[in-house]
C-alpha cells in the first residue's frame, strides 16, 4: 500500500467494516433509500436477503443456461443426423438411418454440457468480467478484512452523490467498526490491459512452437515407433521380398498353369512377339497421372534388375546376368506392343510380369520407359 | 419422547459455534503447515501403488494384452470391472453436492468439497479404464466424432458411445461445479497468504474474486443452475454405463432393472468411500467439528438404504428370471449364485446386503471404527458386484463349447491396485493443496453468520 497516491482525485471509494450482519442490513436500506448507485456490500459468503435488499435485478443466468442448452440440443441433433444419415449412412441392426432414440442419450449429455460450461463462461468472464487482479480493492486492508470475518460496504467516488465527509458520517451513524478509504495506486491507474504486449504475444509464440513440435514429433516420429508400429508391421510380402514358406523361395507367386486369373484376359499372341508388336496398340495418353502409375510400377517390378532409369545397372549384385540397357536402339524402335508382348511372355532369363501387372498398368509401365527414353536421348525439339 | 418437539429448527451443522475467522483458520491450516510424517506416509504408499500399476500399464502395451487374463468368450473382464466401479465411487460425491442441495440438506456442507473433489478424481480413474481396455490407447481419438482420414463417423447408435460422451461430460460438468465452488475459498486464501508464490497462484485461480455481494448474487444463481443440471446427469451417467450391457441381448445383462439398480448401486459405493476417506482425513487434520460425526452417521444412513435397494434388485434380478419362464434367463442366474463364481456372488450379496444391516443400530452408525470396516465391506462388495455381472454372463454364453473360466493375471491385480493407487494419490494431493471443507458454504451455515431480517 505504500504506493498509494493519497491524493483525493485518486480516491476510489470509501468502505466501511462491521463485525455484525445485522447492522449490514440497516446500511443497505439507507444507502438504497438515498439512491446510490456505485456501491457494493462484501462479505466472504452470501448473506441472505442482501441481494433483494439491494434492488439487484433478477440474474440472467437461467435465460443464458436455457439458451445454451437448446443450442447443446440442436448441436448433437444436427450433428447425429448428418453423419448418421446424410454423410455416411449405415444401417445398424435394420434400424432407420435417423434412429432418433437411440440419440437421446448424446442429445442430453451435449445439453447440458454446453449449459454448465456456457453459463460458467458467461457468468465469469462476461458478467464479472474476470480475470480482473488489478481492482483497487485487491490487497488492501479492507478485503483482507472481509475475506476473514468482516462485512464491508463500500461506495465508490465516481457516484454521483458521493461526497466524503458526508459517506464518512454515515457509516458512522451505522456503528462502523472500521472507515477504510481506499485509493488507486500508481500500476492501477496505469495499468492498460493489452492484448499487443510483448508478453503476450512471446508466451502464444512459444505456445504455438511447442504445440507444433509436439504435433510435429508425434505424427512424424513417436508413432513409427514400437510399439505404435503395429500397422506398419504386417505378416505379407511385398513385391520382390523372399518367402521362406515356399520350397523355390520366391515371395511373388505365378498362377498355376493353364489358369488366368479374374480380371486378367486371354493373351492371344503367345510365342508371337513380331504379330504382338504389330497389332497391339497403347491405348494410354501420357498423362501425368498415368506417368505417376507407370513409374511407380517400373521402381516396383523392373527397376530391381533394370535400373532405375533402365541402363541396365541392375541392384542385384551379379545375383542374377545384368539385362540390357533399355535405351538400346533396338528397344527405342520397338512399338509399344512388342514392349508389352517382353512384360506378357519374359524374354529368355528375364521372367514374365503379366500375373503382377494389370494390363493398364503395363502400358503405363511402358508410357514410362518411353519417357526415360526420350530424356536420355533427348530429340533437338525437346531441347527447345 | 415430549410431544413438543419443534421440527422445523434444524441441528447445528457445525458443532461448538465456531468463530468465523477460526473457520479459515481450522480449514486453512493443512496448507500452510508442514506435512507430518502420517502424510508422507500415505503419499508413499499410495504413490509405490500407482507406480506398480504404471509398471503394469507399460508392459502391457509395449508386449500386448495378452498379458492379461481376458480370453474367449470373457473379452470383457478386469478393465470393465473397474471402470464400472470407479465410475460408481464417483456419484457419491455429486449425490452430495449437488442433489442435497437441491433438497437444502445444509449438513452437507462439511463434506461437498471433498466429495466433488474425489468425484473428479474417481471420473479421471474410470476413465482410464476404457481406454485401457482397448489395448491401445493412442488410437482413442477415434472415440470422439472428429473428421479424420478416413471420412467416417462414430456410431452414434452404440451405447459405447454414449458413456464416451457421458462420461466425458460427466467429468467436465463436475470439474466446473467444483471450481465455480473453489474460487472464494482461493480468494480467501489469496488474502490470507504472505508468500509471494502463492499468492500469485492464489490469485491467477480465484481470477480477481472480490466477495462482493452483485457477484455473489449471480454465483447463487449459478450454483443453483449447476446443480439442476448436475443431478439429471449423475443420474444419466450410470444408466447409460448400465445401457452398455442392458443394451446388449445377452442372459444376465438384458434387462430393465439394470439403470435404477446401478445408481443405486454408485451411490451406495461412492458414499462407502466418501466415508471411509473423511473419516481418516478429520482425524489426521483435526476436522472433527466441521466434519462431525452426525454427518457421518447421516452417511450410514443413506449406505443403509441404498444397500437395500441393491439388494432388492438383486432379489428382483432371480424373481424375473423364474417369472419370465425364460431358461437361459434362469440358468443364467442359478450359475450366478451356484456356478463357478459362487464364491464371488456370495461376497457381493454378504457384503453389500448382510453386513450393511448393521447400520440399523444407532450405536454402530455413530462407531467410528465399526463403520470404517462396514463401508470397506460395501466396496469389496461392490467391487464383485461388477465383476459377477461382467464376468459370469460372458464366461458361460450360450454356446456351452465356447465356455471358458476367467482367472486374472497378476497385471490385472496390479493394474487394480495402480487404480487405488492413483486416486488415493490425487486425494492425498488435493488435501494439502486446496481447502477440503468449502469454506463459504461452512461459514454461511454457522450460527449467529446471516443477518436477521425483521
Not at chain 1, 508425434?218 to 520382390?240: A, C, E, H, S, V
Not at chain 2, 478386469?78 to 456419484?91: D, E, K, L, T
Amino acid at each position: 500500500m505504500d504506493n498509494q497516491m493519497n491524493t483525493s482525485e485518486n480516491l476510489y471509494g470509501v468502505g466501511a467494516l462491521f463485525k455484525d450482519p445485522n447492522k449490514i442490513v440497516k446500511v443497505v436500506e439507507k444507502l438504497v433509500e438515498l439512491g446510490y448507485k456505485h456501491w457494493d456490500v462484501h462479505s466472504s459468503y452470501p448473506l441472505h436477503g442482501i441481494p433483494k435488499r439491494m434492488r439487484l435485478k433478477w440474474s440472467p443466468l437461467g435465460y443464458v443456461a436455457l439458451i445454451l442448452g437448446l443450442t447443446g440440443t440442436l448441436t448433437g441433433l444436427f450433428l447425429t443426423w448428418w453423419t448418421m444419415s446424410v454423410d455416411y449412412p449405415l444401417t445398424i441392426g435394420g434400424k432407420p438411418w435417423f434412429s432418433f432414440p437411440a440419440f437421446v442419450p448424446v442429445l442430453f449429455e451435449l445439453t447440458v454440457l454446453l449449459a454448465s460450461v456456457g453459463t460458467a463462461i458467461v457468468m465469469l468472464f462476461i458478467i464479472f468480467k474476470f480475470p480482473n487482479n488489478q481492482h483497487p480493492l485487491h490487497d488492501t486492508e479492507y478485503i483482507n478484512k472481509v475475506s476473514v470475518d468482516h462485512f464491508g460496504v463500500f461506495i465508490e467516488a465516481k457516484d454521483e452523490l458521493f461526497e466524503l465527509e458526508k459517506v464518512k458520517s454515515l457509516f458512522n451513524d451505522f456503528g462502523a467498526d472500521e472507515i477504510i478509504e481506499i485509493a488507486y495506486d500508481r500500476n492501477e491507474v496505469t495499468f492498460k490491459p493489452k492484448v499487443f504486449d510483448v508478453k503476450f504475444i512471446s508466451f502464444l509464440v512459444v505456445i504455438a512452437i511447442i504445440t507444433s513440435s509436439v504435433a510435429y514429433l508425434f505424427n512424424n516420429k513417436i508413432l513409427y515407433l514400437p510399439p505404435f508400429d503395429f500397422m506398419l508391421k504386417q505378416f505379407r510380402l511385398g513385391p520382390q521380398e523372399s518367402s521362406t514358406f515356399f520350397a523355390d523361395g520366391f515371395g511373388m507367386r505365378k498362377p498355376p498353369a493353364g489358369t488366368v486369373a479374374r480380371n486378367q484376359e486371354f493373351y492371344p499372341f503367345k510365342n508371337k512377339p513380331d504379330e504382338a508388336g504389330m497389332k497391339l496398340v497403347n491405348p494410354l495418353l501420357a498423362t501425368q497421372e498415368n506417368l505417376e502409375l507407370g513409374r511407380n510400377k517400373f521402381n516396383t517390378f523392373c527397376s530391381p534388375c533394370h535400373g532405375w532409369r533402365g541402363e541396365g545397372d541392375s541392384r542385384l549384385n551379379g545375383q542374377f546376368p545384368n539385362p540390357p540397357s533399355l535405351h538400346s536402339e533396338k528397344v527405342r524402335n520397338w512399338t509399344d506392343g512388342r514392349i508389352y508382348h517382353v512384360i506378357m511372355e519374359g524374354q529368355n532369363v528375364m521372367p514374365s510380369y503379366a500375373s503382377q501387372l494389370t494390363e493398364k498398368e503395363r502400358w503405363a509401365v511402358i508410357l514410362y520407359i518411353r519417357s526415360l527414353q526420350r530424356a536420355l536421348n533427348a530429340k533437338q525439339e525437346d531441347i527447345q | 419422547m415430549s410431544s413438543n418437539i419443534d421440527y422445523s429448527i434444524e441441528p447445528e451443522v457445525v458443532e461448538g459455534q465456531p468463530k468465523l475467522n477460526q473457520i479459515n483458520e481450522a480449514i486453512a491450516k493443512p496448507l500452510e503447515t508442514r506435512p507430518s510424517w502420517k502424510y508422507l506416509v500415505a503419499l508413499g504408499i499410495s504413490s509405490t501403488m500407482l507406480l506398480i500399476g504404471a509398471v503394469c500399464l507399460g508392459f502391457s502395451f509395449y508386449y500386448g494384452i495378452g498379458l492379461w487374463g481376458n480370453n474367449q468368450p470373457v473379452g470383457w473382464a478386469i478393465p470393465i470391472v473397474n471402470f464400472v466401479f470407479w465410475v460408481g465411487i464417483g456419484h457419491a460425491g455429486t449425490l452430495i453436492s449437488a442433489i442435497l442441495f437441491l433438497f437444502r440438506q445444509r449438513w452437507r456442507t462439511g463434506i461437498s468439497r471433498f466429495a466433488e473433489a474425489m468425484t473428479i478424481f474417481a471420473v479421471i480413474t474410470a476413465g482410464l479404464f476404457p481406454l485401457i481396455h482397448t489395448g491401445r490407447p493412442w488410437l482413442a481419438g477415434y472415440l470422439f466424432p472428429l473428421p479424420n482420414q478416413h471420412r467416417l463417423w462414430v456410431n452414434f447408435t452404440s451405447p459405447l458411445i454414449w458413456d464416451v460422451f457421458a462420461v466425458s461430460t460427466y467429468l467436465t460438468v463436475s470439474f466446473v461445479f467444483w471450481y465455480i465452488g473453489l474460487i472464494p475459498d482461493l480468494a480467501m486464501l489469496r488474502d490470507r497468504t504472505k508468500s509471494k508464490i502463492k499468492k500469485t497462484i492464489y490469485s491467477i485461480f480465484s481470477l480477481g474474486w472480490r466477495h462482493s455481494n452483485r457477484h455473489w448474487h449471480h454465483y447463487e444463481m449459478i450454483y443453483l443452475i449447476l446443480a439442476g443440471f448436475a443431478t439429471p446427469l449423475v443420474l444419466s451417467v450410470h444408466t447409460i454405463v448400465s445401457f452398455d450391457f442392458a443394451v446388449s441381448i445377452l442372459p444376465g445383462w438384458h434387462t430393465t432393472i439394470f439403470p435404477p439398480y446401478f445408481v443405486a448401486g454408485a451411490v451406495f459405493s461412492g458414499f462407502a468411500m466418501v466415508q471411509n476417506v473423511l473419516i481418516v482425513v478429520r482425524k489426521i487434520f483435526n476436522l472433527e467439528h466441521i466434519i462431525t460425526l452426525d454427518t457421518l452417521e447421516k452417511m450410514n444412513k443413506v449406505m443403509l438404504a441404498t444397500g437395500m435397494m441393491v439388494g432388492y434388485a438383486y432379489g428382483m434380478e432371480f424373481f424375473i428370471a423364474w417369472y419370465s419362464g425364460n431358461p437361459l434367463e434362469s440358468f443364467v442366474f442359478l450359475n450366478r449364485a451356484f456356478g463357478n463364481y459362487a464364491w464371488a456372488y456370495w461376497i457381493m450379496v454378504s457384503c453389500n446386503v448382510i453386513f450393511t444391516q448393521l447400520f440399523w443400530f444407532k450405536k454402530i452408525r455413530r462407531n467410528i471404527v465399526a463403520m470404517f470396516i462396514i463401508g470397506v465391506l460395501v466396496n469389496v462388495g461392490m467391487w464383485f458386484e461388477r465383476f459377477v455381472i461382467v464376468v459370469t454372463t460372458l464366461s458361460r454364453d450360450f454356446l456351452p463349447s465356447s465356455w471358458d473360466y476367467y482367472k486374472p493375471t497378476l497385471v490385472d491385480i496390479g493394474i487394480l491396485l495402480g487404480s487405488f493407487g492413483l486416486f488415493f494419490t490425487l486425494v492425498i494431493l488435493f488435501i494439502r493443496s486446496l481447502p477440503v471443507v468449502s469454506i463459504s458454504e461452512v461459514k454461511a451455515v454457522v450460527k449467529g453468520s446471516q443477518p436477521v431480517h425483521h
